[in-house]
């Protein structure tokens, strides 16, 4: 028997709230990653690397569902309408920038069990810096699960702001360098913290873009330094 439009929609409904605590763990690892990060904690760092299986595991298992669901409809030609393949697709597309953003979080967590052989005081901005971070992180993801087309816009223009301290702070570390005040060694773990703080904010601004996509049909580039919205058409 054929899935029927409300069977699909229920289906989909299943693997979204999968994908919702898929969300909620990938933020438990970047907050554990910071946290570890900042306190030179090799137990929280460890930890935060640990959960990582989790999510890999988690990220194959809405895939593979995902993937047998549209093979379902495909082989007994079910009709669906634009909104379900949409849906379908930014699902899978979402769920892999969680895992990655992921891996962002085991990343830091990995510099930080350096760290806590030799803990050190980092500058007030980065604390700022990951706070955006994760703020942006809870945006986007509450923006995926409500399908909130203008949360996901916000989102979009709060990347620059990830962007402008990772300048700061490594023009700021740069300066401390060259007078003495820090050591290279610190200015590195300052860099690869920024570094990876602008790939989380990179990757929510793609969840953001599959949002506005899958709830207005429009696509969003980013163009001389503001995010354009476009129709498929005008897209091409």
């Not at 990830?162 to 820090?182: N, P």
């Amino acid at each position: 028997m054929s899935p029927s439009s409300q069977d699909f929609s229920a289906r989909l409904d299943t693997l979204r709230g999968q994908l919702a605590e898929q969300g909620k763990r990938v933020r438990r690892i970047v907050e554990s990653a910071f946290d570890s990060f900042f306190t030179a904690d090799k137990e929280k760092a460890r930890s935060a690397i640990e959960q990582d299986d989790e999510i890999d595991t988690s990220d194959v298992a809405i895939e593979r569902a995902t993937v047998t669901l549209l093979t379902r409809v495909a082989r007994d030609a079910s009709p669906l309408d634009d909104t379900h393949i949409r849906a379908s697709l930014n699902l899978v597309k979402v769920n892999n920038e969680y895992e990655r953003i992921a891996d962002a979080g085991v990343s830091i967590a990995e510099r930080a069990m350096v760290l806590s052989d030799n803990p050190v005081r980092l500058p007030a901005t980065t604390r700022v810096m990951t706070n955006s971070v994760l703020g942006i992180l809870r945006d986007v993801t509450r923006a995926y699960d409500n399908r909130d087309a203008t949360l996901a816009r916000l989102v979009l223009q709060s990347e620059g702001t990830v962007t402008m301290f990772k300048s700061e702070i490594l023009r700021d570390a740069e300066c401390e360098v060259s007078q003495g005040r820090m050591t290279v060694d610190l200015a590195f773990d300052l860099h690869e913290l920024a570094s990876q703080c602008l790939l989380i904010a990179d990757h929510t601004t793609n969840i953001a873009e599959q949002v506005i996509y899958e709830t207005t049909g429009l696509i969003v580039r980013h163009s001389s330094g503001e995010w354009i919205e476009r129709t498929v058409r005008d897209a091409e």
